[in-house]
């Protein structure tokens, strides 16, 4: 079973193009996240949703814009896209119980190859 | 500021030989501590963590130990095999901050 997925896998695209990466979690989690790894395979947080509320957003350029419609989607859109914006990005899911954050659960990455 | 620092990779081992990757953090508070890996072409699978000092995180023979007094969560494995080739994150977080702070990852090769 999955649990925590994420479409298109691959995606190939023009400079100057919008896209979507869409993400689900069927593990019943109330928080969602998305990372970016560089071609370092450095990892850093871009954003996080708890029960549909952003709450993290790091400095991230608003060209990118989460969208939670309901507690198991998040779903990221990019606009304009730049070269410097080829990376993978991971979607994670994790519950939040008692103010404690339980182990977040990452999905299998969409590579994203900006020409 | 919160922050992970893991040894320079790559690293590359016979199979069988002994492991350890180094990670000291820098937390402002308490942090729960993780190690995550990332088989080649493939996402980020949790391979063990420790929630508080003392504790011991341990799967698939890996072992890692929150050492509170030196700031470490150095990850290892007595025997390693081909199949343990991968990238090897350590993470924390700061219960409250919501976010994986993530080190640099180290690349592991094992040849047979």
């Known amino acids: 079973d999955t649990a925590v997925s994420q479409t298109p896998k691959y995606l190939v695209t023009q400079m100057g193009n919008d896209k979507s990466i869409k993400c689900e979690q069927n593990?019943?989690?109330?928080?969602m996240y998305w990372y970016k790894q560089d071609s370092k395979k450095f990892l850093k947080i871009m954003f996080s949703y708890n029960n549909k509320e952003l709450i993290i957003n790091e400095t991230v350029p608003n060209r990118f814009s989460p969208k939670s419609p309901d507690k198991a989607h998040l779903n990221l859109h990019i606009n304009s896209l730049e070269l410097g914006d080829s990376a993978v990005y991971f979607c994670?899911?994790?519950?939040?119980?008692?103010?404690?954050?339980?182990?977040?659960?990452f999905g299998p990455g969409t590579r994203l190859l900006v020409l | 500021g919160n922050s992970v620092t893991q040894m320079e990779g790559p690293v590359t081992l016979s199979e069988e030989a002994f492991l350890t990757i180094n990670c000291t953090y820098t937390?402002?508070?308490?942090?729960?501590l993780f190690w995550y890996v990332q088989y080649p072409g493939e996402g980020l699978q949790l391979l063990l963590k420790?929630?508080?000092?003392?504790d011991k995180g341990s799967n698939k023979g890996f072992e890692a130990t929150y050492r509170k007094e030196t700031t470490s969560f150095h990850l290892e494995k007595g025997s390693v095999q081909v199949s343990d080739s991968a990238v090897y994150f350590c993470a924390l977080v700061i219960q409250g901050a919501q976010k994986l702070v993530f080190g640099q990852g180290t690349r592991l090769t094992i040849n047979p």
């Open positions: 593990l019943g989690h109330d928080t």
């Open positions: 994670a899911s994790s519950r939040v119980a008692g103010g404690r954050q339980e182990t977040q659960y």
């Open positions: 420790a929630t508080k000092a003392d």
């Open positions: 937390a402002t508070g308490y942090p729960s």
